[in-house]
């Protein structure tokens, strides 16, 4: 498996080079060429797209027999997922925005290759079961299953993938019983299956506020490791490069790397359980984090992965049947959740204090009101139904008077 990893990067590289080489030469007109810095020769009747570097498979086998050891459709996987990152920044999205450019992969970079099929005569995975997964062209190996296969599920695709700790294969499902997000139905009585409802406010000093005063403390997993972390860099810079003793330290700071990133996900995971077992509506900001990354706190929103938690909490939402809402943070710190008033704090400043109404009370939990009713207004509730769901009056919990 190593093989193949190492034998399809160099053919994703190449395959890589025939687009930046058409791309060159078709760029400009040909009594405009720069002698000096434009290539000359041929220009190639057809863009290298697919569908023409798919039908060169059998010329690169002829021309490299190694290649033929690998399943053909694992080979046609890793030009498809070139193609998808060349399209990804060539054509833009709807919002207009492109992703960035392709680029070559060095050694070690590719770490996963795909299967498109499982289970039938002719797929590279001719079956995975009873503990046994069996590859062709390579053969059958011994697999964990962490959980066994669900009964009706449709196998769709297999990726296997190499991380420090070992080997991983990923297996895709498809079922026609998934549940898909449903909507908040009030009645023509201004009824709502939903009978508890929260705002959640996500910070740095603590990781999330919600609107009823609960918080949970900012955990800083790299923060902690960070010290060790540095150390191991050390060591592998004072060794020489591409030596097994290098080789040996990039390993096991891989390692370091892959045992914070399950930590902060199994963190996330608890937290989001946390919160659908008490809430029939999540409400939470749909934050632009690549900005916020700009700024001089960059090292601690990558460290608490907001955007990773708000896919996870979506994610276990809808599995467990919860309404999941995102809403513009416009204006959710500034506005007093009472009387509406604009309050402006800078980051310091920890506790609101409203002029108008004489409201003090934690500045991250008058976001996460705030937030709440947003949410509210979103899916067609008002005031009104917050005091039914919660009991109390828009005074006592701080929300504006209807």
Not at 41 to 53: A, R, T
Request: proline share 5%; aromatic share 6%.
């Amino acid at each position: 498996m190593d093989t193949w990893l190492e034998m399809m990067r160099r053919h994703f590289n190449y395959a890589l080079g025939q687009r930046y080489d058409w791309l060159r030469r078709t760029r400009c007109q040909i009594d405009r060429c720069s002698l000096t810095r434009e290539p000359i020769g041929d220009i190639p009747d057809k863009f290298p797209g697919y569908n023409l570097q798919a039908a060169e498979l059998k010329t690169t086998k002829e021309l490299f027999p190694a290649y033929k050891e690998i399943h053909a459709e694992v080979q046609q996987q890793n030009l498809k997922r070139l193609d998808k990152a060349w399209d990804r920044w060539i054509k833009p999205d709807k919002s207009g925005k492109r992703a960035g450019r392709p680029k070559f992969k060095k050694k070690g970079q590719m770490r996963s290759f795909t299967f498109p099929r499982i289970n039938c005569p002719k797929a590279g995975i001719n079956r995975i079961e009873a503990g046994v997964l069996t590859l062709s062209k390579i053969g059958s190996m011994p697999v964990t299953m962490h959980r066994p296969l669900p009964d009706g599920f449709e196998l769709k695709t297999a990726t296997i993938v190499k991380k420090p700790d070992g080997w991983y294969i990923a297996v895709s499902l498809e079922d026609d019983s998934v549940p898909t997000p449903k909507p908040v139905d009030v009645s023509e009585a201004g009824r709502s299956p939903i009978k508890s409802a929260v705002g959640v406010d996500l910070g740095l000093k603590s990781f999330l506020v919600t609107s009823n005063g609960e918080s949970v403390d900012v955990q800083q997993h790299y923060r902690k490791t960070q010290k060790h972390l540095a150390r191991q860099q050390k060591r592998l810079a004072n060794k020489e490069p591409g030596s097994v003793n290098a080789l040996k330290q990039k390993e096991k700071i891989s390692r370091i790397h892959q045992r914070i990133g399950r930590k902060r996900e199994i963190f996330h995971l608890q937290i989001a359980h946390q919160l659908v077992k008490k809430y029939d509506l999540i409400v939470v900001e749909d934050l632009n984090i690549k900005g916020l990354a700009k700024t001089r706190l960059a090292k601690s929103i990558y460290d608490v992965a907001w955007g990773k938690f708000l896919t996870v909490m979506e994610a276990v939402a809808l599995r467990s049947g919860v309404h999941f809402v995102k809403v513009s943070p416009h204006n959710t710190t500034v506005n007093c959740s009472s009387c509406g008033t604009k309050v402006p704090k800078t980051l310091s400043v920890r506790v609101h204090e409203c002029p108008r109404c004489n409201l003090e009370m934690d500045r991250d939990e008058n976001a996460a009101i705030n937030i709440l009713y947003k949410g509210l207004t979103a899916v067609g509730l008002t005031v009104a139904a917050y005091r039914r769901l919660s009991g109390c009056t828009p005074d006592e919990v701080g929300m504006p008077k209807a």
